[in-house]
């Protein structure tokens, strides 16, 4: 079955604390993006990646890292998470080529951080 | 800033009616829209992608854009409770990247 999927899918954790929350797709796509959705904002997206060792950063990446080894997986990572960056999270891939940009979403990751 | 607008709702219609959903954006050189339907704490679906004017029916959904008006809407047909869902307007901004709309909240009453 085609899917992306994330770990884990909710984390409570303290401030601080480092944290990765790893997304991985088995449909060979090449784009993979993370986004955080918070009531009244909307999905904005965190960092993008293009390929294996290519990424940038999107709207609201203060905070975040991220790293591109493998084409099919996509970890997020909170070196020192804050209160602030309690959000629902998602994962989601596409292919670049074709002009279809059809993007697919994990299932999410619900963060708290105290 | 690329801005995709879309009425929070709700958008309240009753079991059987039609739904429209409605969605405008700014960057006149986009070229791929789409629609999800998220639930509420779930992930967005794919349910629509449009790419040329005009009208692309699947089912009881109808995507219709209007590049001239920058305006992409989401018409629902014999709507079902089971239909009441956000539902999320996206752009195609460069490459893979999207802009998202924040979504119109449906309700569909029995």
């Known amino acids: 079955e085609a899917q992306v999927t994330q770990n884990p899918r909710y984390l409570i954790t303290v401030t601080g604390k480092k944290l990765t929350v790893t997304c991985s797709q088995n449909?060979?796509?090449?784009?993979m993006s993370w986004y955080r959705q918070d009531p009244g904002l909307g999905l904005r997206q965190i960092y993008y990646s293009m390929n294996v060792e290519v990424t940038d950063k999107g709207d609201v990446p203060e905070g975040y890292k991220v790293s591109r080894k493998e084409k099919r997986n996509f970890p997020l990572i909170l070196e020192s998470p804050s209160p602030n960056q309690t959000s629902l999270y998602f994962c989601?891939?596409?292919?670049?080529?074709?002009?279809?940009?059809?993007?697919?979403f994990g299932p999410g990751t619900r963060l708290t951080v105290t | 800033q690329k801005e995709v607008e879309q009425n929070s709702g709700p958008l309240s219609v009753p079991e059987g009616a039609i739904a429209s959903l409605n969605c405008t954006y700014s960057d006149r050189g986009s070229q791929s829209f789409f629609w999800y339907r998220q639930y509420s704490g779930k992930s967005p679906e794919l349910i629509m992608s449009?790419?040329?004017?005009g009208d692309k029916e699947d089912g009881r959904f109808t995507a219709q854009l209007n590049k001239a008006s920058q305006y992409v809407s989401l018409l629902i047909r014999d709507s079902q409770p089971s239909d009441s869902a956000t539902y999320l307007c996206?752009?195609?901004?460069?490459?893979?990247?999207?802009?998202f709309g924040k979504g119109t909240m449906l309700l569909v009453s029995p």
């Open positions: 989601a891939s596409s292919l670049l080529g074709g002009g279809r940009y059809e993007q697919y």
């Open positions: 996206a752009v195609n901004e460069r490459y893979s990247t999207l802009t």
């Open positions: 449909m060979n796509h090449e784009y």
């Open positions: 449009i790419y040329s004017n």
